[in-house]
């Protein structure tokens, strides 16, 4: 399944992301900013940094199909 988590890199969606990455999904993660040192970014299809406010930035997140959105 491929699925978009918003807020990647927040204290919850961190944990949803790196969750479901190891349940073998293609995650897409969106963050407000990279974070450094974060590894578990590494588990992800793909990372993509804007506001999940921007309706640009969440077409870009979502290019492609996505099943899910979290």
Sequence with gaps: ???????????LGARIAE?????????IALVHHRPDLKKWLDKMTRVVEGDAA???????AMEGEVDCVV
């Design 1 to 11: 399944m491929r699925i978009l988590v918003a807020g990647a890199n927040g204290y």
């Design 19 to 27: 969750y479901l990455a190891d349940q073998r999904h293609n995650v």
């Design 54 to 60: 921007d309706r640009n930035i969440l077409l870009s």
